[in-house]
């Protein structure tokens, strides 16, 4: 946490580094509701519903969906 910190210190607040940190948040926001989905599905498949397994599947389906999305703005970056 302590680097986190460290990197706050040393940018200006503007405006675009506000929509950055917004854009952080909401990127884990989505992580941890997606992971939360999974989970779900995994204790529900654990109770023998089939439905478990369809909301796991689905709940994975959006974490490698936000992973491409992330790579592919990690190339697009290294590009320009």
């Not at 995994?42 to 909301?55: A, H």
């Amino acid at each position: 946490m302590s680097g986190y910190n460290s990197r706050m210190a040393d940018e200006k607040i503007t405006l675009e580094f506000i929509a950055r940190q917004m854009e952080l948040l909401l990127d884990r926001m989505g992580t941890m509701e997606d992971q939360t989905t999974v989970l779900t599905g995994i204790c529900m498949r654990l109770e023998g519903s089939f439905q478990g397994l369809i909301v796991e599947m689905r709940g994975m389906h959006r974490l490698v969906d936000r992973l491409e999305r992330r790579i592919r703005k990690l190339e697009d970056s290294e590009t320009t």
